[in-house]
């Protein structure tokens, strides 16, 4: 079965501090997907990045970057220099099923990190 | 381009009771799916609808319902609440059920049940 795990309930920062969120999933499929989402105080999630299981390069945008590593199945989020406006929960996500055909459009969420970053 | 629009976005309701939630996709998309928040349980699907039908469904039990109408509009229902049922219940929408389709989500409906 698909299974996230994010271990860090909350972290907390001083502005300027690089944060690494981590990220662990289990899945016996070999076509996935992995997805990183952002949620606000707003309420709504916010698509930040999006990987599939045959691309293990890693990605920067901005002051964002993603590594992925099958042989830890980790895909884990870093901030460099983080901002106030970083403040969130931040969700590790994967998709997958292919391999079964069962579980189309479906995402299995991590519970999340609650990243607080001070002034 | 308008976004996922849920409404009602918050609602009290009583034990008992049953409730509606609506869901708007964004215009062209075709898929919309339903996942329940709550702080003991975190995120989790309740079921997701393409072209009027209902592709997958996730572990709630038969209280929990939905529809999609043929502008890809979707509904959920809830009947018989439960002070369990109290949570924020996000819609999302992509062109397709495929997941590998990027979800843009909505800014929830959230339920309170006394």
């Known amino acids: 079965a698909q299974k996230v795990t994010q271990a860090q309930t909350e972290i907390s920062v001083v502005e300027k501090e690089d944060v690494t969120l981590d990220c662990v999933y289990e899945?016996?499929?070999?076509?996935?997907?992995l997805f990183w989402y952002k949620q606000p105080p707003s309420g709504e999630l916010v698509f930040l990045i999006r990987?599939?299981?045959?691309?293990?390069q890693n990605e920067i945008s901005g002051r964002y970057s993603w590594n992925f590593q099958k042989s830890t199945s980790s895909f884990n989020f870093t901030i460099t220099a983080s901002q106030v406006v970083d403040s969130a929960v931040y969700f590790c996500?994967?998709?997958?099923?292919?391999?079964?055909?069962?579980?189309?459009?479906?995402?299995?969420f991590g519970r999340g990190t609650q990243l607080t970053v001070w002034p | 381009k308008a976004g996922v629009t849920q409404t009602p976005r918050y609602l009290i309701k009583t034990r008992g009771q049953q409730v509606t939630l609506s869901c708007s996709p964004i215009?062209?998309?075709?898929?919309v799916s339903w996942y329940q928040q709550t702080p003991g349980q975190g995120l989790q699907f309740l079921f997701e609808?393409?072209?009027?039908?209902?592709?997958n469904k996730g572990n709630f039990p038969g209280r929990f319902s939905g529809r999609q109408f043929s502008n890809s509009r979707s509904e959920m229902n809830v009947s018989t609440l439960e002070l369990g049922d109290s949570a924020l219940y996000l819609c999302?929408?992509?062109?397709?059920?495929?997941?590998?389709?990027?979800?843009?989500f909505g800014a929830g409906s959230r339920l309170t049940v006394l």
């Open positions: 899945t016996r499929d070999t076509t996935y997907y």
């Open positions: 999302a929408s992509s062109f397709t059920p495929s997941g590998a389709n990027v979800l843009t």
């Open positions: 990987r599939n299981s045959f691309d293990e």
């Open positions: 215009s062209g998309h075709r898929s």
């Open positions: 609808y393409f072209s009027e039908t209902q592709r």
């Open positions: 996500a994967l998709s997958g099923g292919y391999d079964r055909g069962s579980t189309l459009g479906r995402l299995y």
